[in-house]
Nanobody
Framework: QVRVMESGGGLVQPGGSLRLSCVAS????????IGWFRQAPGKEREGVGCISGNGGRTNYADSVKGRFTISRDNAKKTVYLQMNSLKPEDTAVYLC????????????????????WGQGTQVTVSS
């Protein structure tokens, strides 16, 4: 059974850092691009960033460039989202998802191209 599951969310002060993890099971992680998305109350789901299957290519939303970094450890079947210099506007439920292509080279942030989603982890940035 294909699954991705997020963890690592929490409450952090502005300017702080968090690292989220996305653990995959039921498929060969190396073959797939993994994306991170977020959804704040009353707002549409937003692509945060994604990483290709071998980790060689990444793509980030302008709103997080220079602050967020995605990495992966395929041996541990885990993809990470390191978030630094967090702002109150980063508050959202963060979700990871598997891109539907099994070739692992796509680095698009179009949510419709992702087929399996986790339940999400809440990140709250507040003083």
């Amino acid at each position: 059974q294909v699954r991705v599951m997020e963890s690592g969310g929490g409450l952090v002060q502005p300017g702080g850092s968090l690292r989220l993890s996305c653990v995959a099971s039921g498929f060969t992680l190396d073959y797939y691009t993994i994306g991170w998305f977020r959804q704040a109350p009353g707002k549409e789901r937003e692509g945060v960033g994604c990483i290709s299957g071998n980790g060689g290519r990444t793509n980030y939303a302008d709103s997080v460039k220079g602050r967020f970094t995605i990495s992966r450890d395929n041996a541990k079947k885990t993809v990470y989202l390191q978030m630094n210099s967090l702002k109150p506007e980063d508050t959202a439920v963060y979700l990871c998802a598997r891109h539907l292509s099994p070739f692992g080279r796509v680095v698009a942030l179009t949510s419709g191209e992702y087929d399996y989603w986790g339940q999400g982890t809440q990140v709250t940035v507040s003083s």
